[in-house]
């Protein structure tokens, strides 16, 4: 019995050995075959072609290509990662028709939403909320800030960097970052998308937000984040943006008003029905003529306080 269990074994291991020479064949032939690349539509892997068909044609943009962040994904899944025709789709009836531009898809004669969605097809887990922002409903694409082939700006593929890239649309807001105070953006210090995500969020201006969902403005101011025992309830209902003006101001500290008096006196009057209670008292029981000192210098503590109600020291 143990002679017959011997011998099969050895028959089977046999067959085994005898068969591997023709199945590795087979593996290795395959994974030679040009694949569909992840991510696009098509379901027939015959239509694509390979980059290096590509480059016959297109030798200038295949060369730039090496210092493009895409390329090393174009390295893996055996070399069919981020190619050629994970963008432009397949290639066969391209170049089978002599260079056909109508056979292939084309970012410049293509929508906005159709450029998108082909970005989207890779980018939308790291960019989820572009199609309902502000950006998007504009008509701007992807291609409106990055391009694959003429970026000028790091591994983000922008067309210019920051902020030179956001003030061709806002013009508007470059003049306040010449201002006397303002946050150092021309300076390099700081980006516009630091503050702002121009991809969509769900806050105003595409702001974006810390882990607790308060204002950006504490990721670098923390010490006034709280939580404190006595808030100041502007701070929490209208945001650091109603006595600050977050790009420039010509007042120190950013305020929107050059008297530190008349800021708090906005709210903190007689003539406000809207602040009544112990914790937000009317307003002040002294002179608030200029030969007084401003409301700051007793109440120095205006983010919040542990300590005092009135946010005293």
Known sequence: MRRLLLCMALIGLLAGLSGIGPVSAAAEKKQQQVVAPPGTASANSSDYIGSE?????????????????????????????????????????????????????QFTQASPAQVSSKCLGCHAGVHPNFDRSPHAKAGLSCT????NHSFQSGTQ?????????????????????AAPFH???????????????????????????????NAICTK????????????????????????????????????????????CLQCHSATNPG???ALSPQGPVHNQSAQFVVCTNCHTQIHGSNASSVFFK
């Open 53 to 105: 068909v590509c480059a016959t044609c297109h030798a200038a943009e295949v060369k730039k290509f090496s210092a493009n962040p895409h390329s090393d994904l174009a390295l893996t899944h055996g070399g069919k990662g981020a190619t050629c025709e994970g963008c432009h789709g397949p290639g066969k009836a391209h170049v089978e028709s002599g260079g056909d531009k109508t056979k292939i898809f």
């Open 144 to 147: 409106t800030c990055h391009s």
């Open 157 to 177: 593929l922008l067309k210019a960097s920051q902020p030179k890239l956001c003030y061709t649309c806002h013009t508007d807001v470059k003049p306040a970052f």
């Open 183 to 213: 946050h150092r953006v021309d300076e390099g210090l700081l980006k516009c998308s630091d503050c702002h995500d121009p991809h969509g969020t769900f806050q105003p201006t595409q702001l974006r937000s810390t882990a607790d969902q």
């Open 220 to 263: 670098c101011h923390s010490e006034k984040a709280g939580p404190f025992v006595y808030e100041h309830p502007v701070v929490k209902v209208e945001g650091c943006t109603a006595c600050h003006s977050p790009h420039g101001s010509q007042n120190p500290r950013l305020l929107n008003e050059s008297n530190v008096n008349t800021l």
């Open 275 to 277: 602040v009544s209670d």
